[in-house]
């Protein structure tokens, strides 16, 4: 899930600080990363840092979808990464989340259905929806 993730977030692992203050494999922001760790915002960038901020993230949503009664399932996984809780919980996520959980959900079950030898993974759609 986390790969997943990872994959549509930052496939080329730059360390480029993003528009709305994220970092890393993860593109976490930083109320975030101090809500799980009081280490600086920097190690974000840093793929072993980042993962356990990640999976305890990925812990806090499960637990958020089901506290709520949502599958967890990787489409509501992904929105709730992209758009947050309330958002998903509300009905409230943007098209473009939507699109975004798709393509988690997309790379999740390509991974789980791909053949031992491997298979190209795409994160292809059509155009996200306009708003």
Do not use: C
């Amino acid at each position: 899930m986390l790969a997943a993730i990872h994959e549509v977030e930052n496939p080329h692992n730059t360390n480029r600080i993003g528009r709305r203050g994220e970092l890393g494999p993860f593109q976490l922001r930083p109320a975030v990363w101090y809500t799980y760790t009081q280490k600086p915002f920097s190690l974000a960038a840093e793929q072993a840092e980042a993962q356990t901020v990640a999976e305890a993230h990925y812990e806090w949503i499960k637990r958020g979808l089901e506290r709520n009664k949502i599958e967890v399932s990787p489409y509501h996984i992904g929105l709730v990464w992209n758009a947050g809780l309330h958002a998903t919980i509300n009905g409230r996520a943007t098209d473009t989340s939507k699109y975004y959980a798709q393509r988690v959900a997309n790379l999740v079950e390509s991974k789980v259905t791909q053949p031992a030898q491997g298979a190209a993974v795409t994160t292809e759609l059509s155009k996200p929806p306009q708003s």
